[in-house]
């Protein structure tokens, strides 16, 4: 089963996206703020990450960063998440290491199609 | 929007954060919406479906007008986003309204779940417009410099208030807290339930504004805890919700919440009804502290009866400065008098006690005992009588107090000289007289109780009065005042009408025997023996026994008839020397008085003392006659005619 490692603080978001990937069929684990996802990778396992990039601690895009810098999280696909639509997100999260990049609110068709493009074709 | 690049557009920043605040909620509404909607198949559930959808709609409807105004391309100024929120409220209302129709429909109860999400639908759309007013930092920030916020200004003379703000939504609760704080309040918070009720355990508050909807214990529950428990009961709770819908308001009231407010807040509506609340529970609270300074009042009423009122007491009462104050006041002000006059009563007395204790130790100069009794303080006399003590020597014997241990009372001994026994005849008199005087019984006259011999003693034994004779009064006070010789007077009058009545004749009224007890009722007493010393008197040369001849009648001296008018010329020295301090005549020598006494007319009272009315002295001069039919004729007659002048 394909494991998401899905690193987002707002509890709110957490419970409903995790959630509704289940329902499509993914194994969802789940970290609170960005050092706790960079530990949780570094564990292994993961088929991808998707990364809240405002997050306490560490976060999103330093996570990303640090993720991209070890070998063995280095392929692991990421894909930024921010409800801040400005115009240079996108660059800068693809810079800072990401593979893609999505806006909230999450149009969940839109969300899984970017997963299972870097996922190379399903579940 | 046209006008969005106006010249006091907000910044990049500030709009981005502000698309943020607004986006995310939206993306739970629309989330769970979605899942809710995968979930609700089946023919019974087409009423959820719809309600779904039209939340859908209405959240995809509010994302359009966010984009519109908040895109990155476009700038935006303070209008644009005020007209934002206006332009949100109807969608929002939309959610609010499937959302609680889902709540209450059919399908609440078909999942574990179900209701839960429903609720964070709610929640989320309850963070949709935040405040009704520009909630961004950033933003407010700004507007804080620049200018002051469009909201009413602050009137004058607000109460302030110790403020629980319960709300699981954070930016709810910063926004209710500074908008209260401006306002003047203290405010605190919880963000949940439990936290709620945990701060209402440990410190007093005087409002709550409570979040409806909240995750665990919701605001229904905190309410119903708040209103269970006697320490909270009083603390007015606004409900505050999203929700629109009239059962919900219903069961707020019902639960003894004192409001309810919609969210977003009308911030006049809001500080108008938390006024209006706390204005409530300040006259509630006043009308306790009332009820319980008047209990406090009524509890020292009690004191003062019961003696145990502390002046003071009711200090904090009586600086009200309504009626209650004023009771209060009046209330320790008669204490205080009264107090003050008891203060000084007491100490009258005492004054009194010790003059009349001086004047005892001073006459106790007696001379040798001659009664042949001669007995001692805790002698036992005739096997019955423990002697108490000494309390006279006189002429015809001793006066002793002593205790009868048959009847365990205390009495009077009075022994007779035995030369005044030794005739046959005469002691058998005595004794008829004795036996007529037993049948008094009035409050004014002392009982006689019995006559008895022991070891060649004979003694008469009468009620023991505690007091003070009018012979020590008037050596210690010398002359009385008006008013305390009336009432001596017309005590004296009625006890020999008492006895005048039982053909019983005194024969020896003097200031001696007439005794005050401490509530100042006259005793009359020696009824029934003084036959013996007018017959002793005789025996052993006139008047040189038994002293003073000063209140015996002419006839008397004259050893003529006597009868009742002779106590009533003897009253009637006793009287003046009330008024005067002084008897009618003087005399060196028994001889020199009785010689004037016979001869001489007294001088009025009024010439020795002008403040006794003419009345009054007339009075006292007519019972003075030298002839007894000039005298008022009978006790009665002279206890009426001194009430005339009371």
Redesign the interface.
């Known amino acids: 089963m394909t494991k998401i490692l899905l690193v987002e603080d707002n509890e709110m978001n957490r419970d409903m996206l995790s959630r509704r990937l289940q329902r499509k069929g993914y194994e969802v684990a789940m970290a609170v703020d960005g050092r706790q996802g960079v530990e949780m990778a570094r564990q292994g396992g993961y088929d991808l990450i998707l990364m809240d990039m405002s997050l306490p601690e560490i976060d999103g895009w330093e996570a990303t960063r640090q993720l991209r810098a070890v070998p063995e999280t280095k392929a692991v696909p990421i894909i930024g998440l921010t409800a801040h639509a400005m115009a240079g997100d996108r660059e800068k999260a693809l810079e800072a290491g990401c593979n893609d990049y999505d806006t909230k609110p999450v149009e969940l068709p839109r969300l899984l199609s970017k997963i299972e493009a870097l996922l190379g074709g399903g579940a | 929007m046209s006008q969005t690049l106006s010249g006091n557009g907000l910044p990049?920043e500030a709009l981005?954060e502000l698309?943020?605040d607004l986006?995310?909620p939206?993306?739970?509404v629309?989330?769970?919406a979605?899942?809710l909607l995968?979930d609700a198949t089946g023919d019974g559930a087409a009423a959820v479906r719809a309600h779904l959808e039209s939340t859908l709609a209405a959240a995809r409807e509010a994302?359009g007008l966010i984009n519109a105004t908040l895109g990155?391309?476009k700038g935006a100024g303070q209008e644009d986003v005020n007209r934002l929120y206006e332009e949100l409220r109807p969608p929002r209302g939309r959610i609010m309204d499937a959302a609680t129709a889902l709540l209450v429909g059919p399908g609440a109860s078909a999942e574990g779940t179900f209701t839960a999400d429903v609720r964070?639908i709610l929640s989320?759309a309850e963070r949709l417009v935040p405040s009704g007013m520009p909630a961004p930092s950033a933003a407010a920030a700004r507007a804080d410099q620049a200018a002051p916020e469009a909201a009413a200004p602050e009137p004058a003379g607000e109460m302030r208030a110790r403020i629980l703000v319960v709300d699981d939504g954070a930016e709810n609760r910063e926004v209710l807290r500074r908008r209260l704080e401006r306002s003047g309040h203290v405010v605190e918070t919880a963000e949940h339930g439990r936290q709620a009720l945990e701060r209402l355990a440990a410190r007093p508050y005087d409002l709550v504004l409570l979040d409806v909807l909240m995750p665990e214990l919701d605001g229904f529950a905190v309410l119903e805890a708040i209103k269970g428990t006697p320490a909270l009961r009083d603390i007015p709770v606004i409900m505050i919700s999203a929700l629109d819908e009239m059962p919900s308001i219903v069961r707020c009231i019902e639960h003894g919440a004192e409001d309810f407010l919609h969210k977003p807040f009308d911030p006049v509506l809001l500080r108008a009804r938390i006024n209006a609340s706390l204005e409530k529970k300040r006259l509630r609270d006043q009308e306790k502290e009332y009820l319980l300074q008047v209990n406090r009042v009524i509890d020292a009423a009690t004191a003062v009866e019961t003696g145990h009122y502390r002046q003071g007491e009711l200090r904090d009462v009586a600086g009200r400065d309504d009626e209650l104050g004023r009771l209060a006041r009046v209330f320790d002000g008669m204490v205080s008098q009264l107090k003050a006059r008891e203060d000084r009563l007491r100490e009258r007395v005492r004054d009194l006690r010790a003059e009349i204790e001086q004047a005892r130790r001073d006459s106790k100069e007696f001379g040798a005992a001659v009664d042949g009794g001669n007995l001692k303080t805790g002698d036992n006399f005739a096997q019955r009588y423990e002697i108490l003590a000494v309390l006279g020597r006189g002429g015809m014997g001793t006066v002793y107090r002593a205790r009868d241990l048959e009847l365990e009372e205390e009495v009077a001994i009075k022994t007779l000289r035995p030369e005044f026994l030794s005739d046959a005849t005469l002691l058998m008199r005595f004794k008829d007289e004795i036996r007529l005087a037993r049948r008094l019984s009035d409050p004014n006259i002392v009982r006689t109780h019995d006559f008895g011999e022991w070891s060649g003693v004979c003694f008469l034994t009468m009620e023991y009065v505690e007091g003070i004779t009018v012979r020590e009064l008037l050596d210690t006070r010398g002359k009385l005042s008006t008013s305390s010789t009336l009432a001596i007077a017309t005590q004296l009058a009625h006890s020999l009408a008492v006895a005048h009545e039982h053909g019983v004749i005194h024969r020896d009224i003097k200031p001696q025997n007439l005794l005050l007890d401490p509530d100042g009722v006259l005793k009359v007493m020696d009824f029934g023996i003084s036959r013996l010393a007018e017959r002793a008197s005789t025996i052993t040369e006139a008047g040189l026994v038994i002293g003073t001849p000063a209140y015996m009648p002419p006839e008397q001296l004259m050893a003529e008839e006597v009868d009742a008018r002779s106590d009533l010329y003897a009253a009637g020295v006793v009287i003046y020397e009330c008024l005067t301090g002084q008897t009618p005549f003087q005399g060196s020598t028994p001889i020199s008085l009785i010689a004037k006494l016979l001869s001489e007319e007294p001088r009025p009272v009024l010439e020795r003392n002008p403040e006794v009315s003419p009345a009054f002295s007339a009075l006292v001069m007519q019972l003075l006659a030298k002839k007894p039919e000039a005298r008022v004729q009978t006790a009665r007659e002279l206890g009426e005619r001194l009430r005339e002048l009371a």
């Open positions: 990049p981005a698309r943020h986006r995310t939206l993306n739970h629309i989330g769970y979605e899942m995968e994302l990155t391309a964070k989320a």
